[in-house]
T-cell receptor, first 112, second 113 residues
Framework: DAKTTQPNSMESNEEEPVHLPCNHS???????IHWYRQLPSQGPEYVIH???SNVNNRMASLAIAEDRKSSTLILHRATLRDAAVYYC?????????????FGGGTRLMVKP | KAGVTQTPRYLIKTRGQQVTLSCSPI?????VSWYQQTPGQGLQFLFE???????NKGNFPGRFSGRQFSNSRSEMNVSTLELGDSALYLC????????????FGQGTRLTVV
């Protein structure tokens, strides 16, 4: 499986934008980039995903580099509720099924 | 619509016993995956079922098994429990496909004493 690299932790101030980076230099042309987050004492929840183009949804934006070797999850205005561990995951060929391979993720701390 | 339901939420078992955990996926979802989360190893994939067939299996011993029923509900079983099996067990359901999202349950917290 292609691997991802994320910083262990990041800090942000409330109501400021947050840019969470992810490197995936061995990504293949068919790998989708997914982001999930896990709030304390909860199961992971889906945030956003993309293939080649930048994506926006109500939770966040996903900026994908032109060579697809890196991506950035953007939270436009961090709130205290956004404090969580964020996971960047590559989902490969369908033959691999629907499994998600979680790395260590980035622990985001939001200061009031 | 109802989310993914896992039962029980908490469980305490003794070493050597066996345990069965249950997962009810979102209606219409045919893919159910199981994960183990521990402080030391993080989130690790156990197995995935799709339309009652195991499609993928993680690197866990044979004591860990699962099954999926025709209504897509899934169970996982751990036999001969060890202290190291203490963990949060998470179930996720999805429609299937690389561009679909997985929905996770709240998990079952298993403590082996």
């Amino acid at each position: 499986d292609a691997k991802t690299t994320q910083p262990n932790s990041m800090e942000s101030n409330e109501e400021e934008p947050v840019h969470l980076p992810c490197n995936h230099s061995t990504i293949s042309g068919t790998d989708y980039i997914h982001w999930y987050r896990q709030l304390p004492s909860q199961g992971p929840e889906y945030v956003i995903h993309g293939l080649t183009s930048n994506v926006n949804n109500r939770m966040a934006s996903l900026a994908i580099a032109e060579d697809r070797k890196s991506s950035t999850l953007i939270l436009h205005r961090a709130t205290l509720r956004d404090a969580a561990v964020y996971y960047c995951i590559l989902r490969g060929p369908l033959r691999a099924g629907n499994m998600l391979t979680f790395g260590g993720g980035t622990r985001l701390m939001v200061k009031p | 619509k109802a989310g993914v339901t896992q039962t029980p939420r908490y469980l305490i078992k003794t070493r050597g016993q066996q345990v069965t955990l249950s997962c009810s996926p979102i209606s219409g979802h045919r893919s159910v995956s199981w994960y183990q989360q521990t402080p030391g190893q993080g989130l690790q994939f156990l197995f995935e079922y799709f339309s009652e067939t195991q499609r993928n299996k993680g690197n866990f011993p044979g004591r860990f098994s699962g099954r999926q029923f025709s209504n897509s509900r899934s169970e996982m079983n751990v036999s001969t429990l060890e202290l190291g099996d203490s963990a949060l067990y998470l179930c996720a359901s999805s429609l299937g496909g690389l561009d679909t999202e997985a929905f996770f349950g709240q998990g079952t917290r298993l403590t082996v004493v």
